[in-house]
């Protein structure tokens, strides 16, 4: 167990340095321009002294992201429980949700962005819009597989929800490029825009580090459940 553990700790560190490796060698060798690609060293001290910066935007995309994903759970979830129980439900909008889920958002995030302003409102719509698919797909197959018992279909949820949590984070940075003046999605345009590449690439490195902060959420709800999750099947 505890070798795994190492096992899992090191290998990404390892990955991760050997990235980092590249990287440094990459602007060293071609020479190449702070504004194209900084190097990790320009990022690291844009990461420090910004810092107050890239936590506070980052806390408004976490919030984001955190409500829209709640949204969808309070809304997908009893909706998956009744198209899984109802065969006319399960006819009529069962098809309709596989199709609708592969429309890219982003198309749709202007359309939300005139109907409900720049505000916060557009921002929960469309985190709310990604993570509600996968939620609600995920459910349904799994209550109808077994639609006696829904404590065997959380599995699927928590898969469901996994999904739906990265993709939440998403969500709100298209939300906050199409129309915000806050976040981590409009602090990366902004100095994209001002040509402060390695502030661009501190936000990239903030918006990774919320992704996983947000999954790991997900990860201990997860564990939390697990008393109640069915045990995992024998290898043989």
């Known amino acids: ?47 420090i002294i910004r810092s107050d910066l890239l936590f506070s935007e980052g806390w408004i995309t976490l919030k984001e992201t955190l409500y829209g994903f709640v949204l969808a759970l309070v809304v997908g979830l009893p909706l998956a429980v009744a198209i899984a129980n109802s065969r006319p439900l399960n006819l009529m909008f069962y098809p309709l949700l596989i199709a609708l889920q592969s429309v890219p958002k982003v198309a749709l995030a202007p359309m939300i962005l005139v109907w409900l302003g720049t505000g916060l409102e557009s921002k929960l719509a469309i985190v709310w819009l990604v993570a509600f698919f996968p939620i609600i797909v995920d459910t349904a197959a799994g209550l109808r597989a077994t639609p006696k018992e829904l404590l065997a279909a959380l599995p699927f949820i928590v898969t469901g929800a996994k999904v739906a949590i990265t993709l939440a984070v998403i969500g709100a940075v298209i939300g906050e490029f199409i129309g915000s003046s806050e976040g981590l999605g409009f ?44 045990p995992a099947p024998a290898r043989h």
């Open 1 to 47: 167990m505890r070798s795994r553990l190492v096992s899992q700790l090191l290998y990404p560190l390892a990955g991760v340095a050997l990235i980092i490796a590249v990287w440094v060698l990459a602007c060293w060798f071609f020479n190449i321009p702070t504004v194209v690609l900084p190097s990790p060293d320009k990022v690291l001290r844009s990461l």
């Open 187 to 230: 602090l990366l345009l902004s100095a994209t825009s001002q040509l402060d590449t390695p502030l661009a690439f501190a936000a990239l490195f903030a918006l990774s580090v919320l992704g996983i902060f947000a999954y790991a959420l997900v990860g201990a709800g997860e564990r939390m459940m697990a008393p109640w999750l069915p």
